[in-house]
C-alpha cells in the first residue's frame, strides 16, 4: 500500500510564505499522478493543484500565480509552494497519490496551515 506523509504546514503571517511536502513510499512514484487537496473547517474539501506528470500541471483559479506545484520523481517526492498567503488559505492541506492506470487512490493525513496575524 502507498503511504504519504505531509510535512511543512504551520503558522503564518499574512503575506508569508510556506513549503509543503509529501513524501511517497511503497511504490513506483511516477505511475501516479500527484494532488493537493485542502479544507477548512465547516468546508467541502477542495483541490488545490494537480501535477499528472513532471510539466503537466493545473491550479484552482484562488491559488493561480500565488502556489507551484512540483515533482521529484526520483525523491519520491511531491511539493507545494505557498506565497502571498491570505487567512482564506488556513486549512489542512492533503497530499492525494492516484494511480495513472488503475486509479486507486491514496490519501495522506494531512498538514495544518494557519494564516493569521
Known amino acids: 500500500q502507498v503511504q504519504l506523509v505531509e510535512s511543512g504546514g504551520g503558522l503564518v503571517q499574512p503575506g508569508g510564505s510556506l513549503r509543503l511536502s509529501c513524501a511517497a513510499s511503497g511504490t513506483i512514484f511516477s505511475f501516479y499522478h500527484m494532488s493537493w487537496y485542502r479544507q477548512a473547517p465547516g468546508k467541502q474539501r477542495e483541490l488545490v493543484a494537480v501535477?499528472?506528470?513532471?510539466?503537466?500541471?493545473n491550479y484552482a483559479d484562488s491559488v493561480k500565480g500565488r502556489f507551484t506545484i512540483s515533482r521529484d520523481n526520483a525523491k519520491n517526492t511531491v511539493y507545494l509552494q505557498m506565497n502571498s498567503l491570505t487567512p482564506e488559505d488556513t486549512a489542512v492541506y492533503y497530499c492525494?497519490?492516484?494511480?495513472?492506470?488503475?486509479?486507486?487512490?491514496?490519501w495522506g493525513q494531512g498538514t495544518q496551515v494557519t494564516v493569521s496575524s
Open positions: 501535477c499528472l506528470t513532471v510539466g503537466n500541471i
Open positions: 492525494k497519490a492516484r494511480h495513472s492506470i488503475t486509479q486507486y487512490e491514496y
